[in-house]
């Protein structure tokens, strides 16, 4: 009798949890399909300028602006594709990111359909010269050519492609430069296992026992070596995790001491005002340093 009541309860707790999913889920979807039919009866121009338009104006409200933005990609999401991450990159461009990072937790399930997001699918949009510096490590810098006051190249927030943005006050234009990094899952903990294994079969050497004695060396020493293998990648400022669940998967976790972390849920709709809300409230996060 208690074993048929309590898979009552349980079933009937599967059950309200399974309704509310599928609430959420038909209200994003809802939202998106407004949005979309929304930018649906724009012209592709106008949406263009607006959308540049309203990331400049954005820029220039926020207090601070991440340095360095990195992305996880859940297990479980189906939305992120390359098209999606141009649209991010394109983003980052417009507001002054200086590097930009992408963890795709896909790549090491096999159950997933999704292919995982590589940096050789990441197309660059036109007006946006790329550079490949190694196999995941690539760099993109807006082309900004100067006419009769200049001619800046602007972001399409619909679709990543850059248009000419015609300005007249004979100012000189501006290069926005972009550091993409592509991070493995071999990145993290395995390659912070690897490193104190060498320092092991090093612990005999006069340099690894000076290190012993001072635990603020040892840690630098770690750091230091850490730094260079992953090619100087430096701390990331704001995380933006997709997927359902608050979790980074492993992701350099030295790395995310002072990182501000926000979540998108499957289904989010990403797009200029999504972007721009992330970094508003990075820059309403006050970080106190301990004091």
């Known amino acids: 009798m208690l074993i048929r009541i309590y898979q009552l309860l349980w079933n009937f707790l599967n059950f309200i ?9 038909l209200r ?8 979309w039919s929304y930018d649906l009866c ?38 992120v594709n390359e098209e999606v991450l141009t649209r991010i990159f394109s983003y980052a461009l417009i507001m002054g990111i200086d590097c930009i990072s992408f963890y795709d937790t896909r790549q090491y399930i096999s159950r997933i359909k999704n292919q995982p997001l590589t940096l050789k699918k990441i197309k ?5 010269k790329s550079e490949t510096l190694d196999k995941y490590k690539a760099v993109w810098q807006t082309e900004a050519l ?11 927030g619909s679709n990543g492609a850059f248009c000419k943005d015609q300005l007249h006050n004979g100012s000189a234009a501006q290069h926005n430069t972009l550091k993409i990094y592509e991070i493995q899952p071999g990145d993290g903990r ?6 104190c294994r060498d320092l092991y079969q090093q612990r005999h050497t006069s340099k690894i026992q000076n290190l012993l004695k001072e635990r603020n060396l040892l840690a630098e020493h770690i750091g230091k070596i850490l730094k260079h293998r992953l090619n100087d990648l430096s701390e990331p400022d704001l995380t933006i995790i997709f997927s359902d669940y608050m979790c980074t998967y492993g992701m350099l976790p030295w790395h995310t001491r002072f ?9 989010c ?12 409230k990075y820059s309403r996060c006050e970080q106190r340093w301990g004091k």
């Open 124 to 128: 660059c949009p036109k007006g946006v």
């Open 190 to 195: 395995t390659l912070l296992a690897q490193i």
């Open 42 to 79: 724009q012209t592709p121009s106008r949406k263009q300028h607006k959308d540049f338009a309203f990331l400049r104006a954005c820029r220039s409200q926020l207090s601070k602006i991440p340095k360095h933005l990195n992305l996880i990609v859940g297990p479980e999401d189906q939305q």
């Open 17 to 25: 949890v399974t309704c509310y999913k599928l609430l959420v889920w």
């Open 28 to 35: 994003l979807r809802l939202i998106a399909f407004a949005l």
């Open 259 to 267: 990182t501000e972390f926000y979540q998108l849920e499957t289904g």
């Open 146 to 156: 100067k006419l009769n006051g200049y001619e800046n190249w602007a972001v399409n």
């Open 269 to 280: 709709r990403i797009d200029t005002q999504t972007f721009a809300r992330i970094l508003c």
